[in-house]
């Protein structure tokens, strides 16, 4: 099993930066993708950015050129660095992880792909 934690939501300005992290404990020798989804209300959960432990990285179209994801595989975290927020990146973002590597496709298609959940933190963008 592998636990994941959330950290470093809040509530930010249009146009501002915030940066998530997620700490990732129990067998995480298995944990070859991580990644960040979010959920915003009445929303389906999206995917945001994965990276594979090669340091592939994969981005909705949503968030590229201003979010970027980046693991320390030593401490087994997960980050997230949000730049330029906007409004409609309000949601729970939550982290994610799994044993395999997948197509980028089925990460965007289907949320439930990876194995592993954390609880999620709320992220608000204030216009």
């Known amino acids: 099993q592998v636990q994941l934690v959330e950290s470093g939501g809040g509530l930010v300005q249009a146009g501002e930066s915030l940066t998530l992290s997620c700490a990732a404990s129990?067998?995480?020798?298995?944990?070859?993708?991580m990644g960040w989804y979010r959920q915003a209300s009445g929303n389906q959960r999206e995917l945001v950015a994965t990276?594979?432990?090669?340091?592939?990285?994969n981005y909705a179209d949503s968030v590229k050129g201003r979010f970027t994801i980046s693991s320390d595989d030593a401490k087994n975290m997960v980050y997230l660095q949000m730049n330029s927020l906007k409004p409609e990146d309000s949601a729970v973002y939550y982290c994610?992880?799994?044993?395999?590597?997948?197509?980028?496709?089925?990460?965007?298609?289907?949320?439930?792909?990876?194995?592993?959940w954390g609880s999620g933190t709320q992220v608000t963008v204030s216009s």
């Open positions: 994610a992880a799994d044993s395999h590597i997948f197509d980028s496709d089925l990460l965007s298609s289907d949320w439930s792909t990876l194995g592993y």
């Open positions: 990276i594979t432990n090669g340091g592939t990285a």
């Open positions: 129990g067998s995480v020798f298995r944990v070859n993708t």
